[in-house]
T-cell receptor
Framework: EAQVTQNPRYLITVTGKKLTVTCSQNMNHEYMSWYRQDPGLGLRQIYYSMNVEVTDKGDVPEGYKVSRKEKRNFPLILESPSPNQTSLYFC????????????FGPGTRLTVL | QKEVEQNSGPLSVPEGAIASLNCTYSDRGSQSFFWYRQYSGKSPELIMFIYSNGDKEDGRFTAQLNKASQYVSLLIRDSQPSDSATYLCAGDDPGGYNKLIFGAGTRLAVHP
């Protein structure tokens, strides 16, 4: 089954404790992206990747890191989480091109205390 | 600042009626527009996409695009309670690689 998976689905952590949210897709998509979703603000792009070893900042990259060592995986790293990073996070992937659908993972609900 | 604007709702319609969801976008260079449906706590799923002026129909859903007015809409005919969800409008960012700009979403409530 074609899908995007994320782990963990739920995470409660404390300020400053490094964490990684994994994302994996099995559709051989070149493009992958991370979003956060907050009430009233919609989906905002954190980082994206056009292919292996090619990443760039989105609209809200502060406090986040990413890597793309393999085509299928695109982990999101919070080196020192803070309470304002409490949010719902989605990973998405698509083929290249402006007309292509982005497929979303199931989401990770993160709470930073 | 490139924006996609939607009325947050809630839009409340009776079962069987037509629901009309609208959005406007600020960047005339945007070419492709997507409507995603999102149930509470779930991930967005694609309903329709459109990139040509005019209407595009798929079952009970019709997407409409008017590039001159920078306006996109989604009509849902014969609305069902299962259509109750938040609908996200997104346009591609001409300056960004594969990037989508999302509106904040319109919450639709279909009541029996």
């Amino acid at each position: 089954e074609a899908q995007v998976t994320q782990n963990p689905r739920y995470l409660i952590t404390v300020t400053g404790k490094k964490l990684t949210v994994t994302c994996s897709q099995n559709m051989n998509h070149e493009y992958m992206s991370w979003y956060r979703q907050d009430p009233g603000l919609g989906l905002r792009q954190i980082y994206y990747s056009m292919n292996v070893e090619v990443t760039d900042k989105g609209d809200v990259p502060e406090g986040y890191k990413v890597s793309r060592k393999e085509k299928r995986n695109f982990p999101l790293i919070l080196e020192s989480p803070s309470p304002n990073q409490t949010s719902l996070y989605f990973c998405a992937s698509s083929l290249r091109g402006r007309h292509n659908e982005q497929f979303f993972g199931p989401g990770t609900r993160l709470t930073v205390l | 600042q490139k924006e996609v604007e939607q009325n947050s709702g809630p839009l409340s319609v009776p079962e069987g009626a037509i629901a009309s969801l609208n959005c406007t976008y600020s960047d005339r260079g945007s070419q492709s527009f997507f409507w995603y449906r999102q149930y509470s706590g779930k991930s967005p799923e694609l309903i329709m996409f459109i990139y040509s002026n005019g209407d595009k129909e798929d079952g009970r859903f019709t997407a409409q695009l008017n590039k001159a007015s920078q306006y996109v809409s989604l009509l849902i005919r014969d609305s069902q309670p299962s259509d109750s969800a938040t609908y996200l409008c997104a346009g591609d960012d001409p300056g960004g690689y594969n990037k989508l700009i999302f509106g904040a979403g319109t919450r639709l409530a279909v009541h029996p």
